[in-house]
């Protein structure tokens, strides 16, 4: 009997430890080895992954007197819109949109058209009105009109207007329908050159469909701007080999306040820029210039330029304290021994501005001094260096470095030039839209590709943090496209680079480092020693009492028979 | 060349001598087609417009100079071509230079009797001694690092950047030593690889690493555009070169000895392709066999130059237009100014705030339950089992 019972008691000891394991110390255990990760956005992720972007401008077709007769005059004020699809690839859709507005011409804009000069023409219109960020004015002018030279259909203005001569060639009795389809080509092609065009936003995509061979240009175009960044640092050097012979004198700081300031306070939507300026004595090109005598000056020709740069940048030293990318631009003024010092192209002729850049970098130009002085004068000799000239160069090299694309106009196009800023008011507006672009791309691929990371690596941490950063990042994507997609290219700009920020935030963020590989031989070898020893008894005394049990079974059968 | 020499060998002395004639006039004509090239197909060759190295020691104590001294050959060698040391990051997981035991203080040696000192005048170390472990060369490579580091420790490659990243020290089958403490696994390397490529953090990669079984660590890379090149096989050990007697340890390993002897053949202009660099320390000299992988790069590895990841040759484009301004100077103020500047005036921070730490609070931790927990637990359990119940229970378990 009291074997029985102490038997029983037994059972019931065993039975009962091994219920405290699985309910209480099985979660336990899976509770205190949990990573702690905060939700994440994903299905909201998965969707903006398949990017499809719409870009919308508005476009205002002005036809002044002359251009319409008065019945078609009646029917002018008309809409409509244009749509483009392109699919970049299986995940990038991009669709264009332009919505096109037909008026004719108010009196105050038409005596702003009586102007004697395209440029004072489009000086007037501009104090008439202002045009928001991304839209294009166009105005029709009759053939006969004085305003533009011969040969030229189109003037494009240093604001959002265009002048566009129609030729009347069809005779009078033409009807607004051909008018407007006769135009059509024209106006076309005065937005590829004006606003957006698929070359230039496909080219911006380059970090989603990497191998698209589309024109060489292109890609060097790719290449050689700065990717897009929320603030660039600029430094301008001057570098003097020859201390003993040129005693230089630069005003930068005035020539930035004058002639750079005006450009980067025009792109200050777009960046940030900081400007440093420094000066360098005794540091050589570290290629020797070979004298020629065809022009009497020592020559560089192009294939040694790309041996220049690396002896120089090693003495640049740098003054940022960000990771914003730094363009230099370095003045080199040759010393008396190699003056004068001229650059030849591939073709073995001089080049007028005598300074080249390097993509991604910066750019050099070298300024000869040896007409300023008398070969008999004492040294050292004090020189002013003239900054209008050089700040010229550097302004088109800023340019080019910074994305804002000048690609030759087609034939019968005149450009004007661009006023004291550098830089035209829809170059301002390609740049943008191409930089928001690129902005969203990058973006979503960053968030994509964390989100991606975080869900192959599961025991990686997710803070608090870190999901904040993605659900804003997550926010203000949906809203830049949302923007794009009405049109208000500032706002998306804004946001788009509100996105870029959060989600590099959270991409770089330093805790989400992964070293915790286990291959699962090292799991097995640290579980074992810890469970085996407690589970053996458990499982021991659970197979003999389902063996006793059995047994038991076996000999009542037995009884009965 | 010498594939037509023997080929032609077999046929007479006129023939041979005619073929040979033919041979080189279809190699001039070819050399004259390729060398005009406008800049757009310059840029089109290689697709990058700046060069980064990663050149890594891991190993310490005065027995491994060898490996301080093959990271300094390298290092020697990129410089020399070009790269500047803002684009460069070494990190040497020791002082040899300046160890006790060192016999020429502020020199590392790399060829025997003293020839060469590859630790030079302007050596620019980013991050040293136990600065060097895995958390460190991954943060550098994925770019997580916190935003208090500075410019010169940062990998601030972008989407058009070579990378050449270099690694020696002591490894085995998958994994790499850090400072005889810790180890890279090839499967964490692979995962930062595909990170970087992820953030379009490099255009191209070589991956060159000098230790034992060299071949295992790049064996589970599957990002697109690396070439990786090994010192050895698996099962394999890479040997060392030359012991010098005078220093008294071994000076370099034979595979980045007969590198550096190639490298110092390469000079800025050089076209040395890769091809080249795969036939360094052929069997007969390096004892182990070493090995490359190329399957994961796009371009034909006969078409890539040395100095597109050693050197750092820019592309270069002449500015053909310049923008004319007229506008004169502004004169500056400086008045108002200089009065601002003057009310100014800047202090350092307190270096030590000891009134902060002295009130400071212990940092809140996560509990985690002591060690050998379970075990005591467990232990605790039969222990009290077997007190009430008695000894003779432990028959109903066994």
Same mark, same amino acid.
């Given at each position: 009997?009291?074997?029985?019972?102490?038997k029983?008691?037994?059972?019931?000891?065993?039975?009962?430890?091994?219920?405290?394991v699985?309910?209480v110390?099985?979660?336990?255990?899976?509770?205190?080895?949990?990573t702690?990760?905060?939700?994440?956005?994903?299905?909201?992720?998965?969707?903006?992954?398949?990017?499809?972007?719409?870009l919308?401008a508005?476009v205002?077709?002005v036809?002044?007197?002359?251009?319409?007769t008065?019945?078609?005059?009646?029917?002018?004020?008309?809409t409509?819109?244009?749509?483009?699809?392109?699919?970049v690839?299986?995940?990038?859709?991009?669709?264009?949109?332009?919505?096109?507005?037909?008026?004719?011409?108010?009196?105050m804009?038409? =005596?702003a058209?009586?102007?004697?000069?395209?440029?004072?023409?489009?000086?007037?219109?501009h104090?008439?009105?202002?045009?928001?960020?991304g839209?294009?004015?166009?105005y029709?002018?009759p053939e006969?009109?004085?305003?533009l030279?011969?040969?030229?259909d189109?003037?494009i203005?240093?604001r959002?207007?265009?002048?566009?001569?129609?030729?009347?060639?069809?005779?009078?009795?033409?009807?607004l329908?051909?008018?407007?389809?006769?135009?059509?080509?024209?106006?076309?092609?005065?937005l590829?050159v004006?606003?957006?065009?698929?070359? =230039?936003? *496909?080219a911006?995509l380059?970090?989603?469909?990497?191998? /698209?061979?589309?024109?060489?240009?292109?890609?060097?175009?790719?290449?050689?701007?700065?990717?897009?960044?929320?603030?660039?640092?600029?430094?301008?050097?001057?570098?003097?080999?020859?201390?003993?012979?040129?005693?230089?004198?630069?005003?930068?700081?005035?020539?930035?306040?004058?002639?750079?300031?005006p450009?980067?306070t025009?792109?200050?939507?777009?960046?940030n820029f900081?400007?440093d300026?420094?000066?360098l004595?005794?540091s050589?090109?570290g290629?020797?210039?070979r004298?020629?005598?065809?022009?009497?000056?020592?020559?560089? /020709?192009?294939?040694?330029?790309?041996?220049?740069?690396?002896?120089?940048?090693?003495?640049?030293?740098?003054?940022?304290?960000?990771?914003?990318?730094?363009?230099?631009?370095?003045?080199y003024?040759? =010393?008396?021994?190699?003056?004068p010092?001229?650059?030849?192209?591939?073709?073995?002729?001089?080049?007028?501005?005598?300074?080249?850049?390097?993509?991604?970098?910066g750019?050099?130009?070298?300024?000869?001094?040896?007409?300023?002085?008398?070969?008999?004068?004492?040294?050292?000799?004090?020189?002013?260096?003239?900054?209008?000239?050089?700040?010229?160069?550097?302004?088109?090299?800023?340019r080019?470095l910074?994305?804002?694309? *000048?690609?030759?106009?087609?034939?019968?196009?005149?450009?004007?030039?661009r006023?004291?800023?550098?830089?035209?008011?829809?170059?301002?507006d390609?740049?943008?839209?191409?930089?928001?672009?690129? /902005?969203?791309?990058?973006?979503?691929t960053?968030?994509t590709?964390?989100?991606?990371?975080?869900?192959?690596?599961?025991?990686?941490?997710?803070?608090?943090?870190?999901?904040?950063?993605?659900?804003?990042a997550?926010?203000?994507?949906?809203?830049?496209?949302a923007?794009l997609e009405?049109g /208000?290219?500032?706002?998306?700009?804004?946001?788009?680079?509100?996105?870029?920020?959060?989600?590099?935030?959270?991409?770089f963020?330093?805790?989400?480092?992964?070293l915790?590989?286990?291959?699962?031989?090292?799991?097995f070898?640290?579980?074992?020693?810890?469970?085996?020893?407690?589970?053996?008894?458990?499982?021991?005394?659970?197979?003999k009492?389902?063996?006793?049990?059995?047994?038991?079974?076996?000999?009542?059968?037995?009884?009965?028979? | 060349?010498?594939y +037509?020499?023997?080929?032609?060998?077999?046929?007479s002395?006129?023939?041979?001598?005619?073929?040979?004639?033919?041979?080189?006039?279809?190699?001039?004509?070819i050399?004259?087609?390729?060398?005009?090239?406008?800049?757009?197909g310059?840029?089109?060759? $290689?697709g990058?417009?700046?060069?980064w190295?990663?050149?890594?020691?891991?190993?310490?104590?005065?027995?491994?100079?060898?490996?301080?001294?093959n990271?300094?050959?390298?290092? %020697?060698?990129?410089? %020399?071509?070009?790269?500047?040391?803002?684009?460069?990051?070494?990190?040497?997981?020791?002082?040899?230079?300046?160890?006790?035991?060192?016999?020429?203080?502020?020199?590392?040696?790399?060829?025997?009797?003293? &020839?060469?000192?590859?630790?030079?005048?302007?050596?620019?170390?980013?991050?040293?001694?136990?600065?060097?472990?895995?958390?460190?060369?991954?943060?550098?490579?994925?770019?997580?690092?916190?935003?208090?580091?500075?410019? $010169?420790?940062?990998?601030?490659?972008?989407? %058009?950047?070579?990378?050449?990243?270099?690694?020696?020290?002591?490894?085995?089958?998958?994994f790499?030593?850090f400072?005889? $403490?810790?180890?890279?696994?090839?499967? &964490?390397?692979?995962?930062?690889?595909?990170?970087?490529?992820?953030?379009?953090?490099?255009?191209?990669?070589?991956?060159?690493?000098?230790?034992?079984?060299?071949?295992?660590?790049y064996?589970?890379?599957?990002?697109?555009?690396?070439?990786?090149l090994?010192?050895?096989?698996v099962?394999?050990?890479?040997?060392?070169?030359q012991?010098?007697?005078?220093?008294?340890?071994?000076?370099?390993?034979?595979?980045?000895f007969?590198?550096?002897?190639?490298? &110092?053949?390469?000079?800025?202009a050089?076209?040395?392709?890769?091809n080249?660099?795969?036939?360094?320390?052929?069997?007969?000299?390096?004892?182990?066999?070493?090995g490359? %992988?190329?399957?994961l +790069?796009?371009r034909?590895?006969?078409?890539?130059?040395?100095?597109?990841?050693?050197?750092s040759?820019?592309?270069? &484009?002449?500015t053909?237009?310049?923008?004319h301004?007229?506008d004169?100077i502004?004169?500056?103020?400086?008045g108002?100014?200089?009065?601002?500047?003057q009310?100014?005036?800047?202090?350092?921070?307190?270096?030590?705030?000891?009134?902060?730490?002295?009130?400071?609070?212990?940092?809140?931790k996560?509990?985690?339950?002591?060690d050998?927990?379970?075990?005591?637990?467990?232990?605790?359990?039969?222990?009290?089992?077997?007190?009430?119940?008695?000894?003779?229970?432990?028959?109903?378990?066994f």
């Open positions: 009997m009291l074997m029985k019972g102490n029983i008691r037994g059972q019931l000891a065993a039975l009962s430890i091994a219920a405290v699985i309910i110390g099985v979660p336990l255990w899976w509770r205190t080895t949990e702690y990760r905060a939700w994440l956005p994903v299905s909201q992720i998965k969707q903006l992954a398949k990017l499809q972007l719409q919308s508005d205002e077709v036809f002044a007197r002359g251009t319409v008065p019945e078609q005059q009646k029917k002018v004020p008309l409509q819109t244009q749509e483009e699809e392109h699919a690839d299986g995940d990038t859709m991009l669709r264009y949109r332009f919505e096109t507005r037909y008026r004719t011409a108010t009196i804009e038409e =005596d058209l009586n102007k004697p000069t395209a440029a004072g023409a489009d000086e007037s219109l104090t008439l009105s202002e045009s928001p960020c839209s294009l004015v166009f029709v002018i006969l009109s004085l305003l030279p011969k040969d030229t189109v003037y203005g240093q959002r207007t265009a002048l566009l001569r129609v030729s009347s060639q069809v005779g009078v009795g033409r009807t329908e051909q008018l407007l389809a006769q135009l059509e080509p024209r106006i076309k092609q005065v590829q004006m606003s957006f065009s698929h070359t =230039d936003v *496909s911006v380059s970090d989603r469909v990497r191998f /698209n061979p589309d024109s060489k240009e292109g890609i060097a175009d790719s290449m050689r701007a700065f990717k897009s960044s929320p603030g660039y640092e600029i430094t301008f050097s001057l570098l003097n080999p020859d201390p003993t012979s040129h005693q230089l004198h630069w005003d930068i700081e005035g020539a930035v306040q004058t002639y750079i300031q450009l980067l025009k792109l200050s939507p777009v960046a900081s400007i300026s420094q000066t004595y005794y050589v090109l290629v020797k210039p004298f020629d005598s065809s022009c009497d000056a020592y020559t560089l /020709n192009a294939d040694s330029l790309a041996h220049v740069i690396n002896p120089v940048e090693a003495r640049l030293g740098s003054n940022a304290a960000s990771s914003n990318p730094v363009l230099n631009f370095l003045l003024v040759p =010393d008396a021994h190699h003056s010092l001229k650059i030849q192209d591939h073709r073995k002729q001089e080049v007028p501005s005598n300074a080249f850049h390097s993509p991604r970098w750019g050099i130009m070298v300024y000869n001094v040896n007409g300023f002085y008398e070969p008999e004068a004492e040294l050292p000799v004090d020189i002013s260096i003239n900054m209008a000239e050089v700040m010229g160069v550097f302004l088109a090299q800023l080019l910074l994305g804002v694309q *000048s690609s030759p106009p087609p034939p019968g196009f005149l450009v004007a030039p006023g004291s800023s550098g830089l035209a008011d829809w170059e301002l390609r740049l943008m839209w191409s930089r928001c672009v690129e /902005n969203i791309a990058t973006a979503t960053t968030i590709s964390l989100a991606q990371l975080l869900d192959q690596i599961s025991n990686i941490v997710i803070n608090d943090n870190i999901a904040e950063q993605v659900s804003s997550v926010n203000s994507l949906q809203l830049a496209v923007e009405a /208000n290219l500032k706002y998306a700009l804004q946001l788009s680079k509100e996105a870029i920020l959060a989600s590099e935030k959270a991409f963020d330093p805790s989400l480092l992964h915790l590989y286990f291959p699962d031989d090292q799991k070898a640290i579980y074992i020693p810890l469970f085996l020893p407690m589970c053996v008894p458990i499982l021991l005394s659970l197979i009492m389902a063996s006793e049990a059995r047994q038991k079974r076996r000999e009542k059968l037995a009884k009965k028979d | 060349m010498g +037509f020499l023997s080929y032609y060998t077999y046929i002395f006129g023939c041979w001598v005619q073929n040979m004639l033919a041979a080189i006039i279809m190699l001039i004509f050399c004259f087609c390729v060398h005009f090239q406008n800049t757009a310059q840029f089109f060759s $290689s990058h417009t700046n060069n190295a990663v050149l890594v020691c891991t190993s310490r104590f005065w027995f491994n100079y060898r490996h301080v001294a990271t300094l050959s390298v290092y %020697r060698s990129v410089k %020399r071509l070009g790269i500047p040391d803002s684009h460069i990051v070494l990190m040497l997981a020791d002082d040899m230079a300046c160890n006790h035991r060192n016999p020429k203080p502020a020199t590392v040696f790399s060829h025997r009797n003293m &020839e060469l000192n590859v630790y030079g005048d302007d050596v620019e170390v980013d991050y040293r001694g136990y600065e060097v472990t895995v958390e460190n060369f991954l943060r550098v490579l994925t770019g997580r690092l916190p935003p208090s580091t500075p410019r $010169s420790k940062r990998l601030l490659s972008d989407d %058009r950047s070579n990378i050449l990243i270099y690694l020696t020290g002591h490894g085995g089958n998958g790499l030593k400072q005889d $403490s810790e180890e890279i696994s090839n499967v &964490e390397l692979a995962d930062a690889f595909e990170q970087m490529w992820q953030k379009r953090r490099y255009n191209e990669l070589l991956f060159i690493i000098d230790t034992c079984q060299g071949a295992s660590m064996e589970r890379f599957y990002s697109p555009n690396i070439m990786a090994a010192s050895s096989q099962g394999e050990d890479s040997l060392s070169h012991p010098d007697l005078a220093i008294g340890v071994h000076l370099m390993d034979r595979y980045t007969y590198l550096l002897e190639f490298l &110092e053949d390469i000079h800025p050089s076209k040395s392709n890769m080249d660099l795969f036939k360094v320390c052929p069997k007969s000299q390096c004892v182990s066999t070493p490359h %992988r190329t399957d +790069f796009l034909d590895p006969g078409s890539v130059l040395i100095t597109d990841f050693f050197g040759v820019r592309k270069v &484009e002449i053909m237009e310049a923008i301004l007229t004169p502004l004169q500056l103020e400086d108002p100014m200089s009065e601002e500047v009310e100014k005036t800047y202090s350092y921070v307190d270096q030590l705030p000891v009134s902060e730490i002295i009130h400071q609070k212990p940092k809140q996560d509990w985690h339950p002591p050998g927990f379970i075990l005591g637990l467990w232990t605790l359990i039969l222990l009290v089992f077997f007190k009430t119940y008695g000894i003779k229970h432990l028959k109903h378990i």
